[in-house]
Structure formats: C-alpha cells, structure tokens
C-alpha cells in the first residue's frame, strides 16, 4: 500500500478533467493498473478555531472521493490521490508508468511520470503506532431525511474505507450528556 499525491493550479478553469493512472512496469513484472486507484480530495469549510464557530472557518480535506471527470474554476487548487496496491508476490525492483491527466480545453493530454520501487523484503509494522480519525457517526447534516438502512450501509462503507487507508483502531469518539435524556451520547 503506497499513497501518491499531487495538485494541479489551473490558470483556466477546467471542464471535464481526467485523471487516469497506467501499470507500473519493472523489467521482469507489472503492477497492474486496477491495482492503482485514482480520487479527488475534496475540501470543506470547518469551523475554526472550533467545529462550532461560525464566524470563522478554515479549509480542511475532508474526503477521497472517486471521480471520472472533474470541472472546477481557475485559481481552485485540485489535489488528487493515487493509491498503489501492490502485489505480495510483486518482484523486487523500479516499477514506471504515468498519470495521464486532460480536460475538454485541451487536445493533448499531460503526462506525468510515476515510479515506485518495491523492496525486496516486508516492512514491518511498529507495534507502538497506531492510526486513527476523528469520527461522526450521525452527523445530522450529512445523514438528514435517511432511514436507518442508508444510514448503516453508509457507515459500513466508511468503516471499510478507513481500515482499507490503514485506520487499524476505533476512531476518536465524543461522549457529551443528553440535557434531556439524562443519556450519554
């Protein structure tokens, strides 16, 4: 598993960018390129120095959103992801390939060199470290108006998604008392 990043400044705004990303080659083996996955970090407005402010916000990446054209105005940075699965019986070496990246505005397609070398060997996992994020489970904003069934696949598929990234424990809870209830929450 090996996350790649990069970001585009567009000077024009882009209609209908695309992202796409070939195998990664070495002499004697390939990484195919269904193993590599391609999104669009997306940002949103946060409250600061709060989640409660409203005066005040900064921008925060929020999330790895997969997209296959993305349009966006000039002077809106575009960050995007690349993620590498590769093979466990991949053989030691340079693997090269590119992202291809073209929008409606141009007829040539940029291509950016990418590489990665695979060791010969596993990495190991330090015991000590482990990785987290700050959770909502039911946010009400994001989960409005949905029944209980959109809401568990919902948080099944962000609960895969993280340990897919490499969250290997509960994340952050926030407990606070019900006024009401008299309950934890």
Request: aromatic share 10%; glycine share 4%.
């Amino acid at each position: 598993f090996e996350p790649v990043t990069f970001s585009i400044y567009p000077t024009r705004g882009l209609k209908n960018l695309r992202v796409r990303t070939s195998s990664l080659r070495s002499d004697n083996d390939e990484i195919p390129a269904a193993n590599l996955t391609t999104r669009l970090v997306t940002y949103w407005n946060v409250g600061y120095p709060r989640y409660t402010s409203r005066d005040t916000y900064r921008r925060t990446p929020e999330l790895l959103e997969r997209v296959t054209a993305h349009s966006s105005p000039p002077g809106e940075c575009q960050r995007w992801w690349i993620t590498v699965r590769v093979p466990e019986d991949a053989a030691p070496g340079l693997y090269r390939g590119t992202v291809t990246v073209w929008d409606d505005g141009y007829d040539t397609a940029v291509e950016i060199p990418l590489e990665l070398r695979v060791l010969g060997f596993p990495l190991l996992t330090d015991p000590a470290k482990h990785y987290s994020v700050y959770y909502y489970s039911r946010n009400r904003v994001q989960f409005a108006d949905k029944d209980e069934d959109f809401i568990a696949k919902a948080t099944a598929s962000e609960h895969r998604a993280m340990a897919e990234l490499g969250i290997d424990m509960c994340p952050t809870l926030n407990l606070r008392l019900d006024s009401d209830s008299g309950r934890i929450v």
